[in-house]
């Protein structure tokens, strides 16, 4: 295989990854901060990303 496919390969997979922990993390936190605060006001997204 060449290495270079393999290295696209890897780097593609690795980026999905990264996205669908990202993803579902987001969901979590709309979750729980949708079960706190009644459902009253929905966060633009997770704290930890700061301003």
Same mark, same amino acid.
């Given at each position: ?6 290295? +696209? *390969? @890897? ?5 999905? *990854?990264?996205? =669908?922990?990202?993803? *579902?993390?987001?969901? +979590?936190?709309? %979750? %729980?901060?949708?079960?706190? @605060? =009644? &459902?009253?006001?929905?966060?633009? =997204?997770?704290? @930890? &990303? =700061?301003?």
């Amino acid at each position: 295989m060449d290495p270079l496919v393999f290295y +696209l *390969i @890897s780097v593609v997979v690795g980026m999905a *990854i990264v996205l =669908g922990t990202v993803l *579902i993390a987001e969901r +979590l936190a709309l %979750k %729980k901060a949708e079960r706190l @605060s =009644g &459902s009253t006001e929905r966060p633009d =997204g997770p704290p @930890s &990303s =700061g301003r």
